[in-house]
Every structure is written in C-alpha cells, then in structure tokens.
C-alpha cells in the first residue's frame, strides 16, 4: 500500500521568507498527487494536483506554486510567504488503478507564518 | 459551485451509544462520495466508498447510507477511540481524482 512521507512537520517562517515543502510517496507509480491546506477546525481546499510529471493544475489562485520533477516527488514552494498561508499542509495520493478513487494522506506540515 | 455541508459540526455521544451525522452536496458531477476520518494533528484516512443512491455499506461499527445527493454515517456503541473529525468527500472528476470535502463533523465520546 501506499506511503506518503512529509516534512518538515513544523514550520515557523516570517512574513517575506520563502518555503519549500517536499511530499515524497512510496508503493505506488504514475499516481495522481494533491496538495490540500486546512485551516484550523476547516475542511481540505485543494490548492494543487498533478497527473503526471510536470504537470500541474492550480485550483486557487495564490502566491504558492508547486512542481513534480519525478514522477514520485511533489513540492509546494512560495517565493514570499503572507501571514494567510499558515495552515496545515497535506499531500495526498490516488492510484489510478484503484477502482475506489481513495486518496492516501501524509502526515502533513503545520505551517506557521509569523 | 460544487460545495458540500456536514451537518451537525459537532457530536459529544456517551460511550456507547450510536453517533449519526450527514452530509449534503451540490456537484456538477458525480462519480462517488469517500467517507474520511482525521485524528488530531495527522492526515485523513479514508474509510469507505459508495457510488449510487441507495447504496449501503458496513465496516465494523460503522454503517453508511448514499442518499440523492447526500450521505448517512452511522457509528454503533461508540467508543472514545473514536474521536474524530469525519469528513464527506465527493468525487466528481474524470481522471484527475478530485475530491470536494465538506468541513467536517467532530465527534468527541464521553467516556
């Protein structure tokens, strides 16, 4: 089965920095990848999702961007991080194979922008 | 807009009894609806899929009903273990596998 690995776990980042947040998956190959922020006590707003490597579909319009270089490896960066974008950050992923379409969640990063 | 609402946010059930909670969408299409469960601090975990009206399904102590455009989640004999946040995803994409998630139920259990 699938394995999602995230880091950092935490993050404290001032206003202006920049960011890097690094999803990395293992038992799976060609997945669809996500990347969702909750804010607390919220639901899952997909920011981003790929089908394949390089490909990358934005789902809100945002100062974040990400990027799938390989094609088991996707990351969320940020040239100038806001005080909006502290939240908790999660990757997930989707065999296509699975006929259930679940999706497969990693441990996620607690962002917090100061 | 596609959305999706839980309904109720909050439950505080006595161990032992039976959880219910809901949840409602409105999507442009769909393909099928994933129940999810969060335990503070850490990722969803999916805990079953159900693709038409009518469709039933029951894992464990749980028990999940697929309404005209919403769903049932029964929890039986709740224990404190199962506090959670439950959350209603819809699947209403082609190959892409997106999901709309509503914002959740959070069930805490009396012990």
């Known amino acids: 089965s699938q394995t999602i690995h995230q880091w950092p776990a935490t993050l404290v980042q001032p206003v202006g920095s920049p960011l890097s947040l690094e999803c990395t998956v293992e038992?799976?190959?060609?997945?669809?990848l996500y990347w969702y922020r909750q804010a607390a006590g919220r639901g899952l707003q997909l920011l981003f999702y790929?089908?394949?490597?390089?490909?990358i579909s934005s789902e809100v319009p945002q100062n974040l961007s990400a990027s799938r270089p390989q094609d088991r490896q996707f990351i969320l960066s940020s040239k100038k991080l806001l005080l909006s974008d502290s939240g908790f950050y999660l990757c997930?992923?989707?065999?296509?194979?699975?006929?259930?379409?679940?999706?497969?969640f990693g441990p996620g990063t607690r962002l917090t922008v100061t | 807009e596609n959305q999706v609402e839980h309904s109720p946010h909050f439950l505080g059930p006595q161990q032992g009894d039976v959880a219910s909670m809901s949840c409602t969408y409105s999507?442009?299409?769909?393909?099928?609806l994933q129940w999810y469960r969060q335990n503070t601090g850490m990722g969803p975990k999916h805990l079953l899929s159900?693709?038409?009206a009518g469709y039933e399904k029951q894992k464990g102590r749980l028990n999940a009903t697929l309404l005209k455009n919403g769903s049932s989640l029964y929890i039986t004999a709740v224990q404190p273990e199962d506090s959670a946040t439950y959350f209603c995803?819809?699947?209403?994409?082609?190959?892409?596998?997106?999901?709309?998630f509503g914002q959740g139920t959070t069930l805490q259990v009396k012990p």
């Open positions: 995803a819809v699947d209403g994409s082609g190959n892409t596998g997106k999901l709309i």
């Open positions: 038992g799976t190959s060609n997945p669809n």
């Open positions: 997930a992923c989707r065999d296509r194979e699975s006929g259930g379409g679940e999706q497969y």
């Open positions: 999507v442009s299409r769909f393909n099928n």
């Open positions: 159900m693709y038409s």
């Open positions: 790929s089908v394949g490597i390089g490909q």
